[in-house]
């Protein structure tokens, strides 16, 4: 969506997950994962904090897109104007970006094979989700050496307003609310069992 002043509603889910960081201090009251692998150990502190950020950048994108639309909607009554979309553009590339790295700490914990396991079928639905956020992150980033065979500069809102895309590539919300939903109920579990580990051995 090139003109924001079409926008007309917000599509993003409101994301109400638990903060797994303060979850996880919780659990240090009790233990201090001495029964996980020394990888696993520095490996979960990595992903609960990048986590919590996906996601609270993902809720910051919202509020500002919330904030947009009714700019839209209602700002000339106001007699000023106030843009929030290069706001929104900030936090969903943050969110994006955010999730990229999650995705390499989660692979390099399932690798270990160590007590921070995770059930196949959810495995393969978190993985789903991968490979379009490594090439928008990498668009991204890389957008310099993409300016000549792409007539957008960042992120953009989709025409349906229900996902985000550059160049070729999209996402649609519903799929970034699933997705880190399911990497925040992971963390939930390997914070479990972090801190049943001494109870357990």
């Known amino acids: ?16 997950v638990d903060n797994l960081k303060a979850n996880y201090l919780a659990s240090s009251l009790i233990s201090s994962g001495e029964n996980l692998l020394p990888q696993e150990n520095i490996s979960l502190k990595v992903f609960i904090r ?29 007699g000023y104007r ?3 979309i290069f706001g929104f553009w ?9 999730i990229k790295r999650i995705y390499l700490i989660f692979d390099k914990i399932i690798s270990v094979r160590g007590k921070l396991e995770i059930d196949r079928t959810e495995c393969k639905l978190i993985k789903n989700h991968q490979t379009i956020i490594k ?16 007539d ?10 229900d996902g985000v895309s550059i160049s070729s590539y999209e996402i649609k919300f519903i799929s ?25 051995e």
Not at 90 to 98: G, L, Q, V
Not at 176 to 200: A, C, D, Q
Request: charged share 25%; with cysteine.
């Open 176 to 200: 970034l609310f699933n997705l880190l939903r399911r990497f925040n109920e992971i963390g939930k579990k390997w914070i479990n069992i972090y801190s049943m580990t001494n109870i357990l």
């Open 1 to 16: 969506m090139k003109n924001i002043s079409t926008l007309t509603e917000c599509k993003m889910p409101l994301l109400a």
């Open 152 to 161: 957008t500069y960042t992120i953009s809102i989709s025409s349906t307003q």
């Open 90 to 98: 900030d936090h969903i590339e943050n969110c994006i970006n955010a």
């Open 135 to 150: 090439n928008l992150r990498n668009t991204v980033e890389h957008i310099d050496k993409e300016l000549q065979s792409i």
């Open 82 to 84: 106030t843009i929030f």
């Open 50 to 78: 990048l986590v919590d950020k996906a996601c609270n950048e993902y809720n910051s994108s919202r509020e500002l897109l919330l904030e947009q639309i009714d700019e839209i909607k209602n700002g000339e009554e106001r």
